[in-house]
């Protein structure tokens, strides 16, 4: 398989990213089992809300480095290159690991019908745990509390703003729910920090 092929088959999935997205913690559940639960090998930090989400969690990432960590940076979409959504270090997946995490995923995204997003967070979290990341800063994206990247146990979430620019997706089945798209777990969230907030706890 080559990385276009690879990235191609990601595309494929449920009709692209947006046509296929569903909310729900099934699918992304049973694609990490299969992988032998790979977010467990490292910390989480999660980026919720609605505007500045991907800066924020580039500057975590960032600090992170700089205080000595290994880090794992998984944001989305992407500008140019696929590739960018997931990085160790600043230094986005290679191409052949691209391939080797689709491969690794085989015929199991067509057996539990996931989604792009949901096999590619998949793929980014097995990439972290075969790069030995100590931490990674994981991008909620518009699926909110039931987004794929809100499994696992984080050591920390982050809210940036949250607005309603995305309440047709995020509110399509809780109206009303403004903590969906922050991606909020109180009862798993060891701390929670609002962006922009001067760092008040929530």
């Known amino acids: 398989m080559t990385y276009a092929e690879a990235v191609?088959?990601?595309?494929?999935?449920?009709g692209g990213e947006h046509a296929g997205m569903r909310q729900g913690l099934e699918r992304i559940e049973g694609l990490l089992d299969a992988l032998g639960r790979p977010e467990q090998r490292y910390r989480l930090v999660q980026v919720g809300g609605t505007n500045g989400k991907g800066s924020?969690?580039?500057?975590?990432?960032?600090?992170?480095?700089?205080?000595?960590?290994?880090?794992?940076?998984?944001?989305?979409?992407?500008?140019?290159?696929?590739?960018?959504?997931?990085r160790v270090d600043g230094e986005a997946i290679p191409e052949d690991g691209v391939v080797d995490g689709v491969e690794a995923l085989g015929t199991l995204v067509a057996r539990l019908d996931a989604s792009m997003f949901e096999a590619t967070t998949a793929l980014a979290l097995d990439h972290f745990a075969r790069e030995a990341v100590d931490v990674?800063?994981?991008?909620?994206?518009?699926?909110?509390?039931?987004?794929?990247?809100?499994?696992?146990?984080?050591?920390?979430?982050?809210?940036?703003?949250?607005?309603?620019?995305?309440?047709?997706?995020?509110?399509?089945?809780?109206?009303?729910?403004?903590?969906?798209?922050?991606?909020?777990?109180?009862?798993?969230h060891r701390d929670l920090r609002r962006a922009g907030a001067g760092g008040r706890r929530a």
């Open 136 to 188: 990674a800063v994981l991008e909620v994206g518009l699926g909110g509390r039931l987004d794929a990247t809100t499994v696992g146990n984080p050591e920390v979430a982050v809210l940036a703003p949250i607005d309603l620019d995305h309440q047709a997706v995020a509110r399509q089945h809780h109206r009303g729910d403004r903590g969906r798209e922050g991606g909020d777990h109180p009862q798993r």
């Open 56 to 86: 924020v969690s580039a500057m975590l990432a960032a600090i992170l480095k700089s205080a000595g960590h290994r880090v794992g940076l998984y944001t989305s979409p992407h500008l140019v290159s696929f590739r960018e959504r997931i």
């Open 8 to 14: 191609a088959r990601l595309q494929a999935l449920r």
